[in-house]
Nanobody
Framework: QVQLVESGGGLVQPGGSLRLSCVAS????????MGWYRQAPGKQRELVAT???????NYTESVKGRFTISRDNAENTVYLQMNSLKPEDTAVYSC???????????????WGRGTQVTVSS
């Protein structure tokens, strides 16, 4: 059974920083793309950042220059360093991974349950 578990969310003041982590665990053969998404109350889920196994990165425009995505391929972990946080960054942040479990011949997308990030004074 493959699981993705996020951590690092919390309450932070505007201008503050948080670092999110997401670990993919279980019988995993290989991981391709990993990413972070967020969903604010009453809004659709949106992409925040993605990173390929080779390190190619994509950010949504609103977080460029403030957020940094990175990954540890050996640990099947993806990180999101969030700086200069704004109230509009408040959302549930979820990670996903395109991976191939052992015993499978296909890559499939898996999601974590999310971690709450609240930016408020």
């Amino acid at each position: 059974q493959v699981q993705l578990v996020e951590s690092g969310g919390g309450l932070v003041q505007p201008g503050g920083s948080l670092r999110l982590s997401c670990v993919a665990s279980g019988r995993i053969f290989r991981v391709r793309d990993m990413g972070w998404y967020r969903q604010a109350p009453g809004k659709q889920r949106e992409l925040v950042a993605t990173i390929t196994s080779g390190g190619r990165i994509n950010y949504t425009e609103s977080v460029k220059g403030r957020f940094t995505i990175s990954r540890d391929n050996a640990e099947n972990t993806v990180y999101l360093q969030m700086n200069s946080l704004k109230p509009e960054d408040t959302a549930v942040y979820s990670c996903n991974a395109d991976l191939m479990p052992f015993g499978s011949i296909r890559y499939t997308w898996h999601w974590g349950r999310g971690t709450q990030v609240t930016v408020s004074s």
